[in-house]
């Protein structure tokens, strides 16, 4: 297991990482230098002269492919078709993952004990939380915090990044969802306040680990450990039954009033969508009970926005979720399955990648686009399947398939309005974007080549004699 800061060690050493002297505003300038940087692939930054703080502060730390395979384990690709390649790597370690877990271990204590606050001492606001964006509604703490619940009735812990606004010293902002979202009602229908923590400047591969869409019930810090190879180290927190990594930089301890009436209003914030997302309305406030940090503690957030902004986030969601549903279909063992893939430029939620190895029968295309929508959770409003010929990582493959493989009045099939949506989807019309019951049409493209009733063309290709000669002189070429 590596400790973040040992990573951004690692990051620096290969050029990867930048050190931010100069002093920077947390107020919408750090939303926008961070910005420019994601969009040109630019290196990690860490602010270490924010305005009115002493210590540091991390965004972009995953922001490539490169840097997303350095904190799994997984070795890039080479130059030529990098990306795509570097991508299926992440997605498959994290698969493994997730069918090889790792059970935790509890240690006494860890660095993120260093400090420890209670009482009056509590105060979120001594961490450099930015307002990352002008239309935002506030300053979020929690971008890349690692939320931590469990449920009251099974004792199984879920941890998951949830977005957080902080409001003051001692009370934060949460907009909870699906699993996270599960646990808390069995609180407020016990009349309970629900024990909450949160990690922030976890070890990378829990950071990770929190972004997949694994089955409810599953450990995500056992799906951490697969990661790595060894066990995630845990310590208790200071007020709450709860466990937290403990190489974590800061840890948030509170509860959350079961109490409607006493939350605050959360929100607006500019989202992975690239709109602003989640109206302001009351959400489950914590109150927070103590603190713990590190000395000189690293702050890890991340912009939200476009894909081709919001890369860190892109990517975490693109590994974690595609890899969940991946495990969920080899589960359901339908005939021709291969690949499965939610790709940045559908926001790693809303397009859905399928592949298939062999057909087997006449609508198995459909059966498994079907199969990748539902166990896709709300992900996938749009769900493409192809042939195992295309790279299912490689946009450029895909739409091609689309192009060449698809007529619409055959291939397309659109359902009713009636399905599980994301309610951060900006092209559901305000009043339908209830906080629960969302609901959307999904759209189903058979990419496929086979039972349309025709033979297509042979493809353009080149023979594998000339393939394999140009492999072996490779290097003769001069070509990089």
């Not at 505003?25 to 692939?41: F, M, N, Q």
């Not at 877990?101 to 006494?108: C, G, L, S």
């Not at 929100?267 to 000189?296: C, M, Q, W």
Request: charged share 25%.
């Amino acid at each position: 297991m590596v400790e973040l800061r040992e990573f951004l060690g690692l990051l620096e050493e290969r050029g990867l990482l930048k050190r931010v002297k100069a002093e920077v505003d947390w107020k919408y300038e750090v939303g926008a230098l961070t910005t420019k940087v994601l969009h040109a692939k630019g290196p990690a930054l860490l602010f270490e002269n924010v305005k009115s703080y002493r210590s540091p502060l991390l965004t972009g730390a995953l922001g490539t492919w490169e840097r997303c395979s350095m904190a799994i384990g997984v070795d890039p690709a080479p130059q030529m078709n990098a990306e795509p390649r570097t991508a299926e790597g992440c997605v498959k370690k994290v698969l493994s993952a997730l069918k090889n877990p790792i059970e935790p271990v509890i240690v006494d204590t860890g660095p993120c004990k260093e400090i420890i606050d209670k009482g009056e001492e509590v105060n979120a606001e001594k961490f450099p939380s930015p307002w990352w964006a002008p239309a935002d509604a506030g300053r979020y703490i929690g971008t890349l915090g690692c939320v931590v619940q469990k449920d009251p009735e099974t004792g199984v812990r879920n941890i998951a990044i949830y977005r957080q606004q902080l409001f003051d010293r001692r009370r934060i902002g949460l907009m909870s969802n699906q699993q996270g979202r599960m646990i808390l009602e069995k609180y407020i229908r016990m009349g309970k306040p629900m024990p909450i923590a949160t990690a922030i400047g976890v070890p990378p591969e829990v950071l990770v680990a929190s972004s997949t869409s694994a089955p409810y019930g599953f450990d995500e810090y056992t799906i951490a450990g697969g990661i790595a190879g060894k066990p995630v180290r845990l310590v208790k927190c200071e007020t709450l039954d709860l466990e937290v990594p403990a190489e974590s930089e800061i840890v948030l301890e509170g509860e959350i009033r079961p109490d409607e009436t006493e939350w605050l209003e959360e929100g607006v914030f500019g989202e992975f969508s690239g709109f602003y997302g989640g109206a302001r309305t009351k959400r489950p406030t914590i109150d927070l009970k103590a603190i713990t940090h590190r000395n000189n503690p690293i702050t890890q957030g991340t912009i939200e926005g476009k894909p081709d902004v919001a890369r860190e986030s892109v990517y975490l969601r693109s590994m974690g979720q595609s890899a969940g549903t991946w495990y969920r279909l080899e589960a359901a063992r339908i005939p021709g399955f291969s690949k499965f893939y939610l790709p940045e430029t559908g926001c790693a939620c809303f397009v859905s990648l399928v592949s298939m190895d062999h057909h087997y029968y006449a609508g198995n295309a459909q059966q498994l686009i079907k199969a990748a929508q539902v166990f896709g959770h709300n992900a996938g409003k749009i769900t493409i399947a192809v042939d195992d010929d295309i790279d299912i990582f490689n946009p450029e493959e895909v739409e091609w398939a689309v192009s060449t493989r698809v007529q619409p009045h055959r291939d397309i099939s659109i359902t009713k309005n009636d399905e599980v949506a994301v309610n951060l989807d900006p092209s559901i019309a305000p009043e339908d974007r209830a906080e629960a019951g969302t609901k959307t049409s999904r759209m189903g493209i058979n990419a496929t080549m086979y039972y349309k009733g025709f033979d297509f063309p042979a493809k353009v290709l080149q023979r594998k004699q000339e393939e394999d000669l140009v492999h072996k002189r490779w290097a003769e070429y001069g070509i990089e």
